[in-house]
T-cell receptor, first 112, second 116 residues
């Protein structure tokens, strides 16, 4: 079993739909949780960052962390074709370092 | 301000050769991390350098090494290349302080290495 699991998709939704992306993990030491978006042939870009459990909202994006269930989610409201990309969850237990453990990524297509 | 710059963007090498990749972090950032991305394994952490010292290391063989210079620029080297080393190599830079006050790691475009 991998340390971080993520539905690889691909996931196709119509424009305007609410998208739910999820990751599960096994390491209870993880306390920093991030979502990255990666367009084809580009490096990942940080979308959301959450420390410990709870919710965080930024525009059309909401990140949720449930440490008791070892489950994190990213919700995208009013999805746009420009949201079509691969979404990667990443986690870390390190207070200082940047040694993240990434999920395999979910490829999302938003159809106009 | 300029982003993370990785050079070269593309590289083709022969099995058994060695390769050096370069990463220039965002100005003022002192932490540089390297990742390998493949279709099969996804993004995997190689190592992190902070103030010219290796701070963290992933689970890769000793053929993979790196260093960081006083201006925070970093290089990674892969010796005795194998076909399985074909991948996108990404570097990320961050300020490098305590996680709770240093939340963002910015990635470069990556170097695509093909080993033939």
């Amino acid at each position: 079993q991998k340390e971080v699991e993520q539905d690889p998709g691909p996931l196709s939704v119509p424009e305007g739909a609410i998208v739910s992306l999820n990751c599960t993990y096994s390491n209870s030491a993880f306390q920093y949780f991030m979502w990255y978006r990666q367009y084809s042939r580009k490096g990942p870009e940080l979308l959301m960052y959450t420390y410990s459990s709870g919710n965080k909202e930024d525009g059309r994006f909401t990140a949720q962390v449930d440490k008791s269930s070892k489950y994190i989610s990213l919700f995208i409201r009013d999805s746009q074709p420009s949201d079509s990309a691969t979404y990667l969850c990443a986690m870390s237990s390190d207070n200082y370092g940047q040694n993240f453990v990434f999920g395999p990524g979910t490829r999302l297509s938003v159809l106009p | 301000k300029a982003g993370v710059t990785q050079t070269p963007r593309y590289l083709i090498k022969t099995r058994g050769q060695q390769v050096t990749l370069s990463c220039s972090p965002i100005s003022g950032h002192r932490s540089v991390s390297w990742y390998q991305q493949t279709p099969g394994q996804g993004l995997q952490f190689l190592f992190e350098y902070f103030s010219e010292t290796q701070r963290n290391k992933g689970n890769f063989p000793g053929r993979f090494s790196g260093r960081q210079f006083s201006n925070s620029r970093s290089e990674m080297n892969v010796s005795t290349l194998e076909l399985g080393d074909s991948a996108l190599y990404l570097c990320a830079s961050s300020l490098g302080g305590l996680r709770r006050t240093n939340t963002e790691a910015f990635f470069g475009q990556g170097t695509r290495l093909t080993v033939v």
